[in-house]
């Protein structure tokens, strides 16, 4: 062969194999790229980034493409893609949203390979579970377990000055005495200082609905569906929130009562409460505003033997069903469903874990020793069931019917009618 023709090959042969390399090249470090949506609360952020930075170094193809959006908007946001088909490959999403979007198609079924069935059902709460399984399928994966009450934040300088020990009471009646002793009054006998701040719409809603069931009555009527609270227990119930402003007199309208109420920790922030109930989620607030204030939290007392409750489903990570990368996103969130990412995922958050092998790790409790009150009653939560539209029932309806008993205006039994013809008004609106 002549030299020249040696070069010409020599030469194609090189180029041949650098377009070889080039195409192997692509076809290893090609990557396709899913998209994230999230809030843009700086701990889940911060959470939220370590995880997915873990998963692109096990998984150089899959890039994560993490947008964050204002907390106030984002539901509304997630509302409005799902029924435009303008969302992202997955999201972020409170759990009670999750129903409406499996009835309109618009969210993908968990895949087994993800999580069985089987494991989903020995592994997660009930509470964390309840609003995404529909008619033997799971659609997401939990992030926390939303204890939306069950605590009380205490404030221990105001209980030095009233004499009561560090503690949590023994039962309502210690309560109710000692929040007496803590309350401050005028001249005029009008409260300046509530000894239990307890009145917004999250707070009327669970204190009223775990009563009912500590006192042996679902909330629920025998279909599963529509609300049964125009009953004696109900009534109790309801009587038993009122009478800590009508009849014991240690929460003030003015203070605690505006809109849908102002929320008792921040009633409490502002010193105007010496006891406030609260979810433990409140403790990372206080806190970061409050460094220097000595307050504790404790569990608040229960009816009855054990202290069952009803919680909402919490956040949650899900698939939309239009997204042409499921695969890679069942991918990305298996990875947030990984002991390791999920216990981090929980202790950055500073939320509660919707698995129970993470929420019984004694780890947790060395980094959060005042998650253990919570941690102590998640076994006795129940999910509260389909709601239709959260806002309305807790607003429009626990809160509302319960500030007309408070006011007088309308009779126990009368508002507790008038809430459950209302709520099953809304489950058959959604309906």
Known sequence: MRKGNKKKLLFFLGVSICVSLGFLAESVFAQTKVTLWGHNNP???????????????????????????PYDDFNQKMTVATATGTGPDMSQCWGEYVPRYIDARAVASTPSWVMTKAEFEKMIYDPSRGAITSEGKFY?????????????????????????????????????????????????????????????????TFIMTKTM????????????????????????????????????????IDICYQGEGTAPHEVFAKGLAAMADSGPWVIGVLQEELPELG?????????????????????TMIVLEGSPHKTESWKVIKSFAELENAGDWNIITGTVPARKDIATDPVLLEKFPWLEPTLNILPYGKWIGLLGDRDRVFV????????????????????????????????????
């Open 396 to 431: 429009d309806g626990f809160y509302m019917h319960v500030m007309q008993a408070i006011r007088d205006e309308k009779t126990m039994e009368e508002a507790c009618r008038d809430l459950n013809s209302f709520l099953n008004g809304v489950i058959d609106e959604y309906r």
């Open 140 to 204: 997401g994966m939990p992030l926390e377990f939303n204890v939306g009450d069950n605590g009380i934040v205490t404030n221990w300088d105001m209980f030095d000055e009233a004499g009561i020990p560090h503690r949590a009471s023994e039962n309502w009646d210690e309560l109710i005495k000692w929040a007496k002793k803590l309350t401050k009054y005028d001249s005029k006998g009008n409260v300046t200082r509530c000894g239990f701040a307890y009145t917004s719409s999250d707070q009327v």
């Open 213 to 252: 069931r500590q006192l042996g009555r679902d909330i629920r009527a025998k279909d599963g569906l529509h609300f049964d609270v125009d009953n004696p227990i109900a009534y109790k119930a309801m009587g038993f929130l009122a009478d800590f402003t009508r009849k014991h007199k240690v929460n003030s």
């Open 43 to 69: 701990a889940f952020m911060k959470a939220t980034e370590l995880v997915i930075a873990r998963f692109e170094k096990q998984n150089p193809d899959i890039k994560v493409n993490y947008q964050v959006f």
């Open 295 to 315: 307050f504790g939290y404790v569990n608040d007392p229960h009816f009855g033997e054990l202290p069952y409750f009803y919680a909402e489903n919490g956040w």
